[in-house]
């Protein structure tokens, strides 16, 4: 399929110097599609290459999904729960049986793990911001790996992220990440939705966020986890205005990663363009707009 970039540069070069990188993965990446349980190769994998990346120098904050998904299998559920109380209950399940296994297996790479749980109000009020923020410094100078999850088991409507496309973004706008890296079921954007239109045009680089880009948004969603495309342009946004470039890509073949930061062109990057008015409460207290046309 050809492709085609809204970008001046092509090289992703540069991407190799990124330091401090904040990596999504999706509810569908690391569960099986059949089941909702988890995918412990995938997950494997996902360890190996997140421990390489940290044994190269790098500091990795990891974003996971997956809770809900892997507490209501746990349970003995058929599907994922709509109810909220039955949705949290599956929540405190998974989150600690996720844990249980990224705290293995990265130990076997000899990387410790911490687990942070934040909702929108950890975020809104400035006090418990900053310590999140001091958290997740000291943890990085520590050498730890955080493992970052929406608190599922207390958020409540009003103030749940709701997705952990944009969760990930703030937190890679709160730590001054490098490189944002959303995984997914979704392997970039596309200028239509590829599944309904065959001529839909994969875009390797999104320079800026139009509303051009917006509406390629719209049309594509996962099966499983909660952000389509336009959570995740939402989350680029942020990320962008915050001064991180951001990546798409596909979870099939987790190595992904390790070939996106040492340059190779893979999924649809989205470039940073700081903005000195960006402050994460804007976003948090307002529907924010960013600052790009
Ligand atoms: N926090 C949710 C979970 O762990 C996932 C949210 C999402 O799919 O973006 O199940």
Known sequence: MESFNTGVSASRDYL???????????????????????????????VRVLSNLANL?????????????????????????????????????????????????????????????????????SESRHNAENTFNELMRMGVIPIVNENDTVATDEIEFGDNDTLSAIVAALVKADLL???????????????????????DTVEYITDEIIAMGKGATSAVGTGGMNTKISAARIANDSGTDMVIASSEDLSVVSRIISGEKIGTLFKAHLNENFHLIDYLSNNYNGSQK
């Open 57 to 125: 120098g790098k500091e990795v904050i990891l974003v996971s999904s997956g809770a809900i998904s892997v507490g209501s299998k746990a349970l003995g559920m058929d599907r994922k729960p709509s109810e909220k109380a039955q949705k949290q209950a599956c929540a405190a399940v998974g989150q600690a049986n996720l844990m249980m296994v990224y705290q293995k297996l990265f130990a076997e790479y000899q990387h410790t793990v911490a687990q942070i749980l934040l909702t929108k109000y950890t975020m809104i009020e």
């Open 16 to 46: 190799k110097d990124k330091k401090r990188i904040v990596v999504k993965v999706g509810s569908s990446s690391i569960t099986h599609a059949q089941t909702g349980r988890m995918n412990l190769e995938k997950i494997e994998k996902l």
């Open 181 to 203: 890296i959303l995984l997914s079921d979704i392997e970039g954007l596309y200028t239509d939705d590829p599944h309904k239109n065959s001529n839909a045009q994969f875009i």
